[in-house]
């Protein structure tokens, strides 16, 4: 069972890294983060005209890729509980028509009607919530019948060699590159692969979203396994 987060805790550190987040997403996954979003998007099924969520936004840049899929004719939604990380994001996706709208609001109680979003995404923050489960849960309820729910989320490698060479550098040379970056700050990068490791694995994380309501769970991987994406369909009828 996955341990239950602190909020105030997690909240902290990410409000304390929020000025060197996005450069070291980059950084430090290669520059691969970027394709992982849209593939992600892709996997979300997201058309123009289409009204989308994507909680625990951070900095916006999944909720970017969003709004690109969405296209001027749709609505883009992101939230966050983490009030610096939506102010850098807000600065980062103007008031164009089609940006992203961007608010502060927990995951596990979010600001809308049920079943009013075509697609609902999360990216690499779904094991930062509290409840996992609930989050997952409150992420079905405000997403229309027959619509998706993506979550984005680093795993495990399942090949032994590339697991191993993986692992040195997720948990050694990412966060002492990470720290260093940050100015070591509440030791950010060194949450990030304990978070991992003590996440679900995908097959557990497909069980769950199952458990959780949803139907036609996909579970699609990347780049030698280290990230999937778990798709999900909320079903006509929900309780």
């Not at 341990?3 to 805790?9: G, I, K, N, S, T």
């Amino acid at each position: 069972m996955q341990p239950m987060q602190e909020p105030a805790r997690i909240r902290g550190m990410f409000a304390a890294i929020a000025g060197t987040y996005d450069v070291l997403n980059h950084v430090l996954s290669l520059n691969q983060d970027k394709g992982w979003r849209r593939f992600a998007v892709k996997a979300a099924g997201v058309r123009p005209g289409d009204r989308v969520l994507d909680v625990c936004t951070g900095t916006a840049d999944l909720a970017i890729e969003l709004a690109a899929a969405a296209g001027a004719g749709g609505t883009t939604i992101g939230t966050d509980f983490c009030e610096e990380m939506v102010r850098l994001g807000s600065d980062k996706v103007g008031d164009e028509r089609g940006a992203p709208r961007l608010g502060v609001a927990d995951t596990l109680r979010l600001p809308f009607r049920s079943g009013v979003f075509r697609a609902v995404t999360v990216g690499f923050g779904i094991r930062n919530v509290a409840d996992l489960r609930s989050g997952i849960r409150e992420m079905a309820r405000v997403t229309a019948p027959g619509g998706r729910i993506a979550i984005l989320e680093f795993t495990q490698p399942a090949n032994p060699l590339f697991r191993f060479v993986y692992y040195v550098y997720f948990l050694i040379l990412l966060p002492i590159l990470g720290n260093l970056v940050a100015g070591g700050k509440r030791n950010a990068y060194g949450y990030l692969p304990r978070s991992v490791l003590s996440f679900p694995d995908r097959h557990e994380l497909a069980r769950i979203v199952e458990e959780c309501g949803l139907e036609d769970v996909h579970v699609l991987t990347q780049t030698f396994g280290i990230v999937t994406v778990h798709v999900g369909t909320r079903p006509e009828s929900w309780a």
